[in-house]
């Protein structure tokens, strides 16, 4: 098979892709399987351009070759090949699956190796991407599970169904890399908003395809750190149904330590060369995090806050670090849960159901 337009399998299965764009595209945004192996980097992708538009297709189409060739056009080869040697059921594209990946896939054929392309390319896949996310909400109920700050929906949702994730739900904290809240930020960073996009579309297309009667998802903001939610998803929420996960604070507060504290502190010291360097950054981020809300703290709030919080990590580099509670237990009370009191007061509907973690996975996964 040449070429693929069966682009609802292709997500279905996960199928591992070579995408020939040149660097600077791919990192606008690319699929969640894809790797970057080009047949053209950026310089050479640029002067083809150029050539094109001044002299044509002909020139640019032998500028290209003689651009990569040689011992370039063997070293992109052999990456192409051992990708489809490790992944005899994946496929590759470029932007419009035309002179790029037509290339590269004679290429590969010229060796003995039949690798597939992808029919229209990344603009193909971006655009059915686009509708199975407008379809889905559209043709799907959307539940959302609400809670305060601290509440572990996002466990609830990924582990609830005896420690798998319940049926019908999406990570979307997962999705963006990011633990939500203005202290959410990951070691790693985010993904693109048009990789977030995508990788959102076919999770959305696969809990569709397992079963079209429910979609559950966290009830988040717009936001998820600076990864946007697709707008169609934006006004889908506003009309469905929820229910409240309650959790009392002191279990808040352990869940809001456990992740924000000694989680990114682990996954720091995981990326740095010592834990002095690690902390430092992982210092770095919490003031910076605290920073970020300041106006809508207050002074007078955000001093407590900042003193609170010097003195924690004061302790923490000593080995305690347990006085973060004392900021968290504040920070909670006093920021978010008014915050989370105001949005729901003016939510239309009532909770369909309300209970503790137990209660919720039970309702769940009735």
């Keep these: 098979m040449d070429e693929i337009d069966d682009l609802e399998s292709l997500f279905l299965r996960d199928t591992p892709l070579i995408d020939t764009r040149a660097p600077v ?30 002299q044509g297709q002909e020139a640019a189409l032998r500028l290209g070759h ?8 063997e070293e992109r080869l052999s ?16 932007f419009r699956g035309g002179l790029r990946s037509e290339i590269t896939q004679s290429w590969l054929k010229e060796q ?17 991407l686009i509708d199975a996310v407008e379809k889905t909400c559209t043709d799907t109920p959307l539940l959302l599970l609400g809670g305060k700050t601290g509440s572990a929906k996002t466990r609830v ?16 904290e997962g999705l963006a890399n990011h633990r939500g809240s203005a202290f959410g930020k990951r070691v790693t960073a985010q993904p693109t908003q048009i990789s977030f996009e995508l990788a959102v579309g076919i999770e959305m297309a696969k809990r569709y395809a397992e079963d079209p009667s429910r979609l559950i998802l966290e009830d988040e903001g717009r936001l998820i750190g600076r990864c946007a939610l697709p707008l169609p998803l934006q ?17 808040r507060v352990q869940h809001s ?27 770095l981020g919490l003031f910076d995090a605290l920073s970020r809300i300041q106006k809508r703290l207050g ?68």
């Design 25 to 54: 595209e791919f990192s606008k945004g690319s699929l969640p399987l894809a790797i970057n192996l080009p047949l053209m980097v950026d310089a050479e992708r640029e002067a083809v351009g150029i050539c094109y538009q001044q």
């Design 66 to 73: 003689e651009l990569v060739s040689g011992a370039v056009k």
């Design 79 to 94: 990456q192409w090949m051992r990708f489809s040697q490790q992944h005899a059921d994946g496929a590759l594209f470029c």
């Design 112 to 128: 003995g190796i039949h690798y597939p392309r992808i029919r229209g390319g990344y603009k193909a896949m971006r655009r059915w």
């Design 157 to 172: 949702l990924n582990e609830g169904l005896s420690g798998n994730p319940i049926k019908g739900s999406i990570d979307l």
């Design 235 to 251: 006004e889908a929420r506003h009309h469905a149904n929820w229910i409240q996960l309650e959790v009392p604070l002191e279990d």
């Design 257 to 283: 330590y456990d992740n924000y504290i000694l989680s990114n502190l682990e996954e720091m010291g995981s990326l740095s060369a010592d834990w002095e360097t690690a902390f430092d950054a992982f210092e």
């Design 299 to 366: 002074d007078t709030r955000y001093s407590a806050l900042y003193a609170d919080l010097a003195a924690a990590l004061d302790s923490h580099r000593l080995g305690d670090p347990e006085p973060h509670k004392k900021w968290i237990e504040t920070l909670l009370t006093q920021y978010y849960d008014p915050m989370y009191n105001y949005q729901m007061a003016k939510r239309a509907q009532a909770p369909l159901f309300r209970g503790n973690e137990t209660e919720v996975i039970s309702y769940l996964t009735a």
